[in-house]
């Protein structure tokens, strides 16, 4: 029973360390993404390229905040966003998602995003209602992927979409962005899951019981 005990928890230990690359926050220095609580390596390191190539081209600055925390009804995300003022270069415009905020007490649905120019001149570049779609396309999604998988595709297409955006006014193509890919980004990232998981299992539980199988077979 022991044995067995030990075992269970041996797969279970590293299912999570062959997991953990694809859950780990984004330990790197960030400059667009001001608060991370949300987001992977991975995309962390794709917001930055993004960010980089849209200022270098475009010389307006855009930024993430991507906050776990639970804001109650009515929160005001422009005073919020106050306390990263120094942090922020204009001419910006900075992209709040908080998923857990809540949007109304009594029918208690949660997630809401922000979007704050610097200006009205900028706030005519893009597209506000484009942007968030671009998030909530992917989180509403109704699939097996986990939610905290979808905000990682989430944020990214809709930071994609307000580079490019900003980017097109200003007759500018970026080439590191993500062009409404939402299928094909959700069948990569539902594949990696799968493949990971497989991998684990054969390793971990199949492999034994096939070289079992094969063993009896022929000592028989």
Not at 96 to 125: E, H, W
Not at 175 to 195: A, E, G, K, N
Request: glycine letters at 4%; hydrophobic letters at 45%.
């Amino acid at each position: 029973m022991n044995q067995a005990k030990l075992k269970v928890s041996y797969v279970l230990t590293m299912l999570a360390l062959a997991l953990f690359p694809l859950l780990l926050n984004a330990s790197v220095s960030s400059i667009h993404l001001l608060r991370n609580d949300l987001v992977n390596l991975k995309a962390s390191k794709l917001i930055e390229t993004i960010g980089q190539e849209l200022e270098d081209k475009t010389g307006v600055h855009a930024y993430i905040i991507a906050s776990n925390e639970h804001f109650p009804e009515r929160f005001n995300l422009v005073e919020y966003s106050r306390q990263y003022e120094a942090k922020l270069s204009k001419p910006y415009v900075l992209f709040i998602f908080a998923p857990y905020a809540t949007i109304t007490t009594k029918t208690k649905q949660r997630g809401r995003i922000g979007i704050i120019p610097s200006s009205q001149n900028l706030k005519k570049m893009y597209d506000d209602d484009k942007v968030r779609d671009a998030a909530i396309e992917v989180v509403a999604l109704k699939d097996s992927n986990t939610d905290e998988a979808k905000f990682n595709v989430g944020i990214v297409q809709a930071y994609s979409e307000l580079a490019d955006e900003l980017a097109q006014v200003k007759g500018i193509k970026l080439t590191h962005t993500i062009h409404d890919d939402i299928s094909v980004m959700l069948m990569i990232l539902r594949i990696l899951v799968y493949t990971g998981s497989l991998i684990v299992l054969w390793i971990f539980i199949f492999r034994p019981m096939w070289l079992k199988i094969k063993s009896r077979k022929e000592n028989g």
